[in-house]
Structures are given as structure tokens and as C-alpha cells.
């Protein structure tokens, strides 16, 4: 069966930091994504990154993927990469992978070392006429119009105003589309103030305290209908009725933990990173000796933290591997502890420090010999 | 919505005065300085510095937490614009009140299509979107070659505090 010193499963700006950082220390990386590109995504994301420079702030998101991907390339005697290639299962019994490349070539690989960097799943909301074509979540809506060219309606309604939706909305307008609200439940946007700001000036009603509850149509979304709801989310007023063709949710992220349940790993449920986690230590390494994690999969966040992140769990990874000095690998670990708290040390920060506060151990940073 | 003192035009994303991160710079120097001042409306602490490190001035103080939201020494302001260029909210604008007796120039960022022309005009929005006008379009540059423009629009001087967008209008 193949073996790889260091497995990482995504090619998203987690899986791709962290490949990075591991094979520059001189570690042999295979690296699988579910995609036919890497990048995750990082492509679709038109708009500039927030942060400071260091996670490319300024810079539109797919072009830090161009970014990662030439650094890849120096790297490339190093990492293998296997695309459109998903990671099916973990077993622990004899600790192997089992992969899917295509439609039907499956394989096996026995990792030393994994880094879980999958991603998130998208959460929907329940409501009438769900089920009807156009209603959509903001990834697809995305990845018709950003990675395809694909214009997925003429007059859109987004529910949900954290980043997510607002910079989708900025997005549908580029590209001609007409956004004819944004619904959310909260009593203020969850976004980026100024994510906000850029939509409302273009002239975007932001309907605070409202819900969708039904999709209008019989074949298709012809329209939505929209309730009031009180600070206890219980419908108030008259429904309001909004002619669209298209309803995109984006109303939340959960993480994909599926391979870390699998794999035996001691799992957490943290409302504010947004479902259940893994345990981990200040190395971003679970409570198995050979499983790191690092971006969304760890807990929802943005793609800025994702990055260091993938840092961290690379760097870990090779000093386990015996590859970084204990010196140099803590003055690293320190510099990219350093960037995160900075990232998440605003107002939409707190949330996620409390998060990973409840998801961090702190004992087991220790030699993986220790630990076996 | 029983808050009578509850904000909800902020809370959505909309300017409701003055506040940290969101003022307006000195009037009396803001007359008199050629090529313009910066505007900045960030009021969020939000982990974001380009405008700092943009700035070939040193005019947008440097952060002690990245976290800060941005504060202005507008003496050194130029009216550069390149924070308008390069901030990721599209936060930042320039107007220069010296532009004549009762225009002012604005330069505002500009991320669609059509990219207006010089000498055309185009719909000047306030910001909730209302047409408060129309202005001429003096320039258009792109200074980070990154897809970002920066608009130099004539704007009447009585609507520099509400002017926030531009939009191309095309003939149907």
C-alpha cells in the first residue's frame, strides 16, 4: 500500500499553508482535494482579503490562491498533489485513507501524519417551497458566477447578513445582477460593518429582525415571503412579499469533521466555532498523536486565520518529524500565535477566542514519541 | 422594535454621524487644502491595516493593535487617494473643496462595469443608494492596477458629506 509522511486532505488556503510550510522544512507532503483545482475557496473570492500583510491583505482572494500555487511550484519535488480525489474514511485499525479519484478509481494510503484542512459544510434554513429551483446556497451561487461565468438569475434575494452574504451580494452586483435585499434574523449584520456600508450605498435594503418563510413559484422562484420576527425570533406584523427568481442562504457555516469523528479523535461541540471541533493543542495536533487540523474544520473563520493556521499545524508536523529545531520551531510558533490574536482580537474576534478557548487543551504539546 | 434609542440605520451598514473611525477631517483646513482630504468611515474594529501601510505619507496613523480603527493626522494628508484605492471596505474617499468656487472634486472607488469615462457623467448615490444628482467625471485612474478605480468626480460642495458612490448609467 502507499505511504506518505504527511497527508493533507484540502487544498484550500488551510491545507495549502500548511503543505507549504511543512515541505519547505524538507517534508514529503501528498496533498488530496475533492476539486479539479486547488485553491478551495479562494478562487471564487473576487474581493480583497482584510488583515495585515501577512495574510495578503488588499489582495483579491484568488489571486493569494495564484500566490500560494506559484509557491507550490518551487516546492513541487516535494508535494504531491491529487485532485479531484476525495478522502473517504479513516480507518484506525490499520490507519490507512481510503480515497475516490474520478467517478470510480479508489485507493488507499497509509499517512505518518495527517492534516485535516476540509473545510466547512453550509448550513440552510427550513421554509416553504425550499425544494424549488432557484433557491440556492451562497457557495453555489458563487461558483456559477465566479468560477463558471455562470449568472444564476436576474433579481436576488440573500438571506443572511454576515460576510458571507454581503460580499455575494457586492459580487451579484459586478456581475449585473439585481439584489433585491438582504434578509437577517439578527438585529444588526453580522459582517463587516463596512462589507455593509459598500452594499447599502449601491442601494440594498438590509431587512434587520426579518426571516424568509416561504419561497413563492410552482416550478421555479418567482418570489419570497419574508416575516418580521421579534428578538425572540417569533413572526411579527404583516409577511412582505419581494418578487425574485433566485433565494441564496447565506445563513452560516458548520465544519466538516467527518474524517475526525472517524478517525477517533476527542470532539467538541462549541456553538461559537460553529459545531462540533476537535480537541486540540497550541500545535493545532488533535487528541490523536498524528492528526493536525487547521482552518474552517477547526472552527468557522476567515480565510486570513485558515492560513496561519495551516501554518501552525505544517510546522508542527515537521518539528514532530524532527525536521525544525526546538529553537527555530518556537520562535515560529510564537510569530504565527502572534498573527492570529492579532486577527482575532477585534469586535467579530471575541467570539472565536471564546470558541477556542473551550477547544483547547493544554497539556499534550509534547514530542510525538512521548505520546506513542 | 420597541428601542426608540436603538440605532437600526447603523446596524445595517448605514452612517448615522460622526463616531470613532468615521469623522470628517477640520473644516478650515480641509478648505484650504489643495488636491483634497481623506474621508475614512470604519467605525468597527475589524483586523485591517492597508490603509496605514498604503499611506506614502504617514497621515493614516500606524496602528498599535490592527484591530484600531484608523485615525487621521490630516495636516499630512496629500489626497493621494491611494488608501481609496486599496481598502478592502471601500471605506476611504478624497474630496478636495479648493476644486472650484462651488464644486468640489471627489475621488471615489469604483469596482464595476463600465469603467466611466473621462468627461461622461455619471449618478452620483448617497449612502443608501439615492440619486442625489449627476456629476462629470474629471479622471479615472487605477493606481494598484488590481481592478480597483478611483473616480475623480465633480460633486456640488453642499453634497460632499453625502456623496458615496458613483454609478455609470447606461442608455436602455
Known amino acids: ?372 | 422594535m420597541n428601542h426608540p434609542e436603538y440605532d437600526w440605520d447603523f446596524a445595517a451598514g448605514v452612517l448615522t454621524g460622526e463616531r470613532e473611525g468615521a469623522g470628517t477631517p477640520p473644516q478650515e483646513l480641509w478648505e484650504r487644502k489643495k488636491a483634497g482630504l481623506v474621508i475614512i468611515e470604519c467605525p468597527q474594529r475589524i483586523p485591517c491595516n492597508p490603509c496605514h501601510t498604503s499611506c506614502p505619507t504617514g497621515a493614516i496613523l500606524p496602528f498599535a493593535d490592527i484591530n484600531d480603527v484608523p485615525s487621521v493626522n490630516y495636516e499630512k494628508c496629500t489626497g493621494c487617494a491611494l488608501c481609496v484605492a486599496v481598502c478592502p471596505g471601500l471605506a476611504c474617499f478624497v474630496a478636495d473643496l479648493t476644486y472650484s468656487a462651488d464644486l468640489a472634486l471627489m475621488k471615489l472607488p469604483y469596482e464595476f462595469l463600465p469603467r466611466p469615462t473621462p468627461g461622461s457623467t455619471v449618478a452620483l448615490l448617497n449612502r443608501v443608494g439615492e440619486r442625489l444628482g449627476q456629476g462629470k467625471v474629471v479622471r479615472v485612474v487605477e493606481p494598484h492596477k488590481d481592478k480597483t478605480l478611483v473616480v475623480h468626480v465633480e460633486v456640488s460642495k453642499q453634497m460632499v458629506n453625502d456623496v458615496r458612490a458613483v454609478r455609470v448609467e447606461v442608455l436602455s
Open chain 1, 1 to 372: 500500500m502507499r505511504e506518505t509522511p504527511l497527508l493533507i486532505v484540502g487544498g484550500g488556503p488551510a491545507g495549502l499553508c500548511a503543505a507549504l510550510e511543512a515541505a519547505n522544512f524538507g517534508l514529503d507532503v501528498t496533498l488530496v482535494d475533492s476539486d479539479l483545482h486547488l485553491g478551495g475557496q479562494l478562487v471564487k473570492q473576487t474581493h480583497k482579503f482584510f488583515g495585515s500583510k501577512h495574510e495578503y491583505a488588499g489582495t483579491r482572494g484568488f489571486k493569494i490562491a495564484h500566490i500560494l500555487l506559484e509557491e507550490f511550484q518551487r516546492l513541487s519535488h516535494r508535494i504531491t498533489v491529487h485532485s479531484n480525489t476525495t478522502a473517504l474514511s479513516c480507518y484506525p485499525e490499520d490507519g490507512s485513507v481510503a480515497m475516490l479519484t474520478g467517478e470510480s478509481n479508489y485507493w488507499k494510503l497509509i499517512p505518518r501524519n495527517m492534516v485535516m484542512a476540509t473545510g466547512a459544510n453550509e448550513k440552510l434554513i427550513p421554509f416553504l417551497g425550499n425544494h424549488l429551483p432557484g433557491v440556492y446556497g451562497a457557495g453555489a451561487v458563487q461558483t456559477l458566477m465566479n468560477s463558471y461565468g455562470v449568472k444564476p438569475g436576474d433579481r436576488v434575494l440573500m438571506v443572511g447578513a454576515g460576510n458571507i452574504g454581503l460580499i455575494v451580494s457586492y459580487q451579484l452586483m459586478q456581475a449585473g445582477v439585481h439584489v433585491v435585499g438582504i434578509v437577517e434574523a439578527q438585529d444588526r449584520v453580522g459582517g463587516y460593518w463596512v462589507h455593509a456600508a459598500k452594499v447599502r450605498r449601491l442601494g440594498v435594503p438590509i431587512y434587520l429582525r426579518h426571516t424568509v418563510v416561504e419561497a413563492l413559484g410552482s416550478s421555479v422562484v418567482t418570489g419570497a415571503v419574508l416575516r418580521n420576527i421579534d428578538s425572540a425570533f417569533r413572526p411579527v406584523g404583516d409577511p412582505l412579499t419581494i418578487e425574485c427568481d433566485v433565494i441564496c442562504m447565506a445563513v452560516g457555516l458548520s465544519p466538516n469533521v467527518e474524517l475526525l469523528w472517524q478517525a477517533g479523535c476527542d470532539m467538541s461541540f462549541i456553538p461559537q466555532l460553529c459545531g462540533y471541533v476537535a480537541k486540540r493543542d497550541k500545535a493545532m495536533r488533535t487528541s490523536h498523536p498524528h492528526i493536525w487540523v487547521a482552518g474552517d474544520c477547526a472552527g468557522i473563520e476567515e480565510a486570513s486565520s485558515a492560513m496561519v493556521e495551516g501554518r501552525l499545524a505544517g510546522l508542527s508536523v515537521a518539528h514532530a518529524e524532527g525536521l525544525v529545531p526546538d529553537d527555530e520551531y518556537r520562535r515560529l510558533h510564537d510569530k504565527y500565535w502572534g498573527r492570529l490574536g492579532d486577527l482575532r482580537a477585534g469586535e467579530v474576534g471575541e467570539k472565536i477566542c471564546m470558541g477556542i478557548m473551550q477547544a483547547m487543551v493544554q497539556q499534550w504539546e509534547m514530542p510525538t514519541e512521548a505520546r506513542r
